[in-house]
């Protein structure tokens, strides 16, 4: 179980704060997603949990141990991987992987079974240099490490980053068997659409938790009246959007365009009002809110 209560970081001698008095708790065997934008403080959060940063005030405990004051018995029950790939990248797979099961007094052969999904997707390049890996594969090499001690928790910093999406999709594929294993993860991404992966999400903005519920949950508690619109002209498109009075929000979503309005407005007053603006092939429906959605009502209030 992770406890934390009351976290603060903050660089630059005090003038930016990375984390707000954070406070949360993650229970045992649980996949709990924070989720926001680079800079919103995920990075600072999973460096104090994994003890490599010192938070300036506030508490964080792991299965039982305080992260500063039993950091070392913390290391030994975590598995961490970082955002950017850290291995040694002129090691081998199989060299990387004997480096870190030797760092914690075990062998590859003696936890094989905890990695074995993992390890053999891997392990006919397991000659190979680190370096030389692609994305998935260094990922994959990643996780493996994190494991290979059998920790009771698992930190992963976005981890999928700059990764295919068939790799993507295999990775959490992964994470879903590790829990069955009864391994408590803690994930953080940048990617809305994982959030349907966890247990429970955060979303975090600013160093502070704006909304903490299941997936399911946070989408419940949306309130507005979402609509995509899809036509030509994109950026006109928004703009001619963002100038009617009764469309309260409008934000690119891919090829379409997601808008929240008054509940006075018709889709057929919209349409006319955007044909008269020379905006001619244009398809208004509403819609249901996504965990993106959410996450970007809340940062609008």
Known sequence: MIEVKDLHKRYAKGKVNALNGLTFSVEEGEVFGVIGPDGAGKSSLFRILASLLLPDSGTAVMNGHDVVKDYRRVRQIIGYMPGRFSLYQDLSVEEN????????N???????????DIYQQIEPFKKRRA???????????????????????????????GVDPVSRKEFWDMLGRLKEQGITILVSTAYMDEASRCDRIALIREGVFIASDTPQGIIDHYAERLWSVEGSRMSALLKALRNHTAVKTSFAFGDKIHITVTEGLQTGELKQYLAEKEFGEVHIAPIKPTVEDCFMALTSE
């Not at 075990?106 to 074995?116: D, P, V």
């Open 97 to 104: 992987l004997a480096f870190f099961a030797t760092l914690f």
């Open 106 to 116: 075990t062998t590859i052969e003696e936890n094989y079974h905890l990695i074995k």
């Open 131 to 161: 370096g030389a890996l692609s994305g998935g594969m260094k990922q994959k090499l990643a996780l493996s490490c994190a494991l290979i001690h059998k920790p009771e928790i698992l930190i992963l910093d976005e981890p999928t980053t």
